[in-house]
Structures are given as structure tokens and as C-alpha cells.
């Protein structure tokens, strides 16, 4: 019987992350200070998180970053995690394509988020730290660094956008579980959440004002850092374990995939799973394609500018060079939550700018009628934002049957939508709808941005 799953062992978990920064032809535009506009440096980013990972942001000249033990220790409850043969999808789409996954659904928390959340809480408890502080939307990255910080006896304050806290109270729970407090954003334990509630009691948050709030108790509280689950260097650098993985378990099944593909929200699952594989199209020995699924109504890699913008709504971050539709740009509210973010990472801006990066923006029908096809043929229920992917996947794979071509997709199922069936549900009900993005909309965001590119 020909393999359906090829698995690694304990021993291959990855020694090391992969820096693609080291092997850029054009390195990316360095972080602005957002008051003065200069170039940052590593130091400048001490005050708000762990030394190690701000020396990592600016890092570009290792290829190669050790994992510490105490990381690869705690990898080892779930990694390393299956390379899934999608036999019953290709049967479903009668294609000659071969397609391929990367299981990350199948960590505790249930996404790749944990894959970062360990050494972002494993560097903050090697310098001392005591307490960490993050936000957190539908409550997947919350939900990872929840049971990071436990494993490290870290105290963790998780500031949750009000409406998700109410509408999905079992990510709340899982965090709570795992023994961190979290609080409904905006609240009063900040000056930032104390001014927004007094102007406008109702208001059910924002991610914009959640990292706000996040942000002014990290500042503000001795031995305290803050923490981010996307966007940054960093993030993408400890993702890299995917594709690392991927690519032995490619090679034992004896195939290289002509395109890999990620879902993009803030771009750490995308770059995990692609940018070890990017290496050698850099090194120019392969020439695979990279395509990152984005939704119609958050389209800012397909449709938006690179400027330098801000990674918050607030305007409170460094300035990021990236592919953005405006920090002030409003998604609707779809249900694949992780992705409604306005801005790409400035590594992948660069690689999209210098051609090495598709990408394509997928109507939310479309994204749960592949998930709902891949979880009557592979049995596994996604993620919404997984199930981007697997639409492009489909995409492909239907491109590949009407030429007749025979093709190798791997992509990338960065997490399962068991507590996500809210969402199913409304699809099911026939509620869901897809949102378009005018270009008026775009244009009127991006406008007020400063053309600092
Ligand atoms: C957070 C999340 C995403 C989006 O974040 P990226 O940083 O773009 O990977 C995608 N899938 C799942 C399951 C998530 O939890």
C-alpha cells in the first residue's frame, strides 16, 4: 500500500531556524522609530520585548539560528507533525495532481501559533522576566502563549477584543485553563481602554486597541514584556520549523513540490512553510512557485501599497515597510478571524516586491466550500484561515487537471476549526456571505499614508 502520512521523528525535530533575511538579494527596509522616522536598531527594541528576539528581528547575516534545548524540549509534545498524502482530495477533484499537507493542526492550542509562542516565552523567562503581556483576536495566538507561559512559570495578561471574549468564550476558556488572566478589551486597567470606554461605553474593541492596551502594561510594569504572534521577523524566523520538517518528509516521500502555498494574515504560517524551500529558488537551484491565499476582503498583498505603515491601529509600533491597505483599514468581519489584518511582514513584502511571492485573494464561500469538500475527503475539519489555502490548493490542482500536467502541491494546514464551528454553522444555515473591497475603500486608506517609500 502506498504511504498516506510521513512521519519524522523525535530526533529530527530541527536544530535549527532558517534566517531567509541572510540569503536576500535586496535585504528589507530597516523598522522605523514611528516619532523620529530613523532606522531602528535591536537595542531600541529592549524595552518592549525579550533581548533575544529583538537581536533576531535585526538579524541579517545568520542563515542558521540554534534552537535551545528547552525550545526543542517542549516541541517535542506534538512535533515533529505529520506531511499528510491528500489521497481522498486528489479522488474528490479527480486531478493528476499530487497535493500535499503539512499537519500543524494538530498541536494542544490546535494551530501553528505555538511553533513561536515557546521561544518568545522561553527567552523572556532566560533574562528574568516575570510577567508578559499580549492581545489577542479570535484567541488563537492568546491560546498558544497561554500554555507557553505556564511550561516557563510566566505570569500572562491577555487583553481580548471584547466581542470575540463574549462570542467565542472557549478560547477564553482554554486560556484560562492554561492559567493566564485574560481581560476584555478595551477595559479599565489601562489609561488607553479607560479613555475609549469613557468616550464610548459600548465599544466592543478593536485588535488595534487590545495591542494598545497591551503595549501600556508591558511599558509600564517592571519585568514585563510584550509579545507578537505575526508580522515580525522573528515570528516568521521560528515558523520556519514547518518547512524545515517538510522538506525531509518531501524528500521521503520522493517529490518536490512545484508550488507551496500558505494562508496570509500577518504572514508567520506562510513564511514557515515556505521560506526553507524559497531558499534554494534563491540560491537559483529550484524554481518553485510560492502563493500566499489571502481573503477578497483583507487584500493587502494582492490589492494594497508598500509604504511604510504601522503594525497597530493606534499607530504605536515602529513604522514596518510593508504591503499594506492603511492601518486604519476596517476588514469585514469573515469568520477566518487571523487574517483580517491590514499589513504583510517586511521580509515578505520585500520577496513579493522582488517577484519570488505570489498571491491571490479568495472569496469567503469559496474558502468553506473547499474546507467542508477537504473535511468529507481527508476527515480533518480546518481552520477558516486554513481553508484559504486549501482553496488555492484546489485552484491549482483543477488548473493542472484541464492542462493535463501533472503537478506537486504542498500547502499548509495551519490549524483545525473545532472551535470554530459557529462559523460552519452559518454556512451551513446558507447566512455566509463574501465581501467585496472597492477600490475606493483602498484608495481612501492608503491615501493617508506618509510616502515614505
Ligand atoms: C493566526 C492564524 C493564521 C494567520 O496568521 P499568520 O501569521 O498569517 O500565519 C492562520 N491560521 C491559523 C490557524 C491561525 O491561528
Redesign the pocket.
Do not use: D, R, T
Given at each position: 500500500m502506498e504511504s498516506k502520512k510521513f512521519l519524522l521523528q523525535e530526533k529530527d525535530i530541527p536544530t535549527a531556524w532558517y534566517n531567509v533575511v541572510a540569503d536576500m538579494p535586496r535585504k528589507p527596509r530597516p523598522l522605523l522609530n514611528p516619532v523620529t522616522k530613523e532606522p531602528m536598531k535591536a537595542e531600541d527594541l529592549f524595552p518592549l520585548f525579550s533581548e533575544e528576539v529583538s537581536r533576531q528581528e535585526f538579524n541579517d547575516t545568520d542563515r542558521w539560528i540554534e534552537i535551545p534545548d528547552e525550545v526543542r524540549d517542549m516541541y517535542r509534545i506534538w512535533r515533529p507533525t505529520p506531511l499528510v498524502r491528500a489521497r481522498g482530495l486528489e479522488k474528490a477533484l479527480d486531478t493528476p495532481a499530487h497535493i500535499y499537507f503539512k499537519n500543524?493542526?494538530v498541536s494542544p492550542v490546535?494551530?501553528?501559533?505555538l511553533n513561536s509562542a515557546i521561544p518568545q516565552a522561553y527567552y523572556c523567562k532566560k533574562q528574568g522576566v516575570t510577567n508578559i503581556t499580549t492581545e489577542t483576536g479570535?484567541g488563537?495566538?492568546g491560546a498558544a502563549l497561554s500554555l507557553a507561559a505556564r511550561h516557563f512559570g510566566l505570569e500572562l495578561a491577555v487583553y481580548m477584543v471584547k466581542v470575540s471574549y463574549h462570542q467565542k468564550p472557549y478560547r477564553r476558556s482554554i486560556m484560562q485553563t492554561y492559567g493566564a488572566e485574560v481581560i476584555a478589551s478595551p477595559s479599565m486597567s489601562t489609561k488607553a481602554g479607560r479613555k475609549i470606554i469613557t468616550e464610548n461605553p459600548h465599544y466592543q474593541g478593536s485588535l488595534g486597541t487590545a495591542i494598545s492596551e497591551a503595549v501600556e502594561l508591558a511599558m509600564a510594569t517592571p519585568n514585563c514584556k510584550y509579545t507578537l504572534?505575526?508580522?515580525l521577523n522573528h515570528?516568521a524566523l521560528h515558523?520556519t520549523v514547518i518547512g524545515l520538517e517538510a522538506e525531509k518528509q518531501m524528500e521521503m516521500a520522493g517529490e518536490y513540490p512545484d508550488v507551496v502555498i500558505?494562508?496570509?494574515?500577518?504572514?508567520?504560517?506562510?513564511s514557515?512553510v515556505t521560506f526553507p524551500f524559497m531558499r534554494h529558488n534563491l540560491a537559483g537551484e529550484r524554481s518553485t512557485r510560492f502563493i500566499a491565499a489571502e481573503p477578497a476582503s483583507c487584500p493587502k498583498l494582492t490589492r494594497g501599497v508598500l509604504q511604510y505603515d504601522f503594525g497597530d491601529e493606534a499607530g504605536y509600533t515602529p513604522l514596518i515597510p510593508m504591503y499594506t491597505l492603511g492601518h486604519n483599514f476596517a476588514p469585514a468581519n469573515i469568520h477566518?478571524g487571523?487574517?483580517r489584518?491590514h499589513g504583510a511582514g517586511a521580509v515578505v513584502s520585500q520577496l513579493r516586491e522582488d517577484g519570488f511571492i505570489e498571491a491571490v485573494d479568495i472569496p469567503q464561500l469559496e474558502t468553506f466550500a473547499a474546507a467542508t469538500l477537504f473535511a468529507r475527503s481527508e476527515g480533518i475539519i480546518p481552520?477558516p484561515?486554513?481553508s484559504h489555502a486549501i482553496a488555492t490548493a484546489i485552484r491549482e490542482a483543477q488548473k493542472a487537471k484541464e492542462e493535463g500536467t501533472s503537478k506537486v502541491i504542498l500547502f499548509n494546514l495551519?490549524?483545525h476549526g473545532l472551535i470554530d464551528m459557529a462559523s460552519y454553522d452559518s454556512y451551513i444555515a446558507g447566512d455566509l456571505q463574501n465581501y467585496e473591497v472597492t477600490d475606493e475603500m483602498v484608495q481612501a486608506n492608503i491615501a493617508s499614508l506618509d510616502k515614505i517609500i
Open positions: 500543524e493542526s490546535g494551530s501553528h501559533k479570535a488563537q495566538w504572534g505575526s508580522v515570528v515558523q500558505g494562508c496570509f494574515g500577518g504572514g508567520s504560517n506562510f514557515g477566518a487571523g487574517l489584518y481552520a484561515e486554513s495551519s490549524g
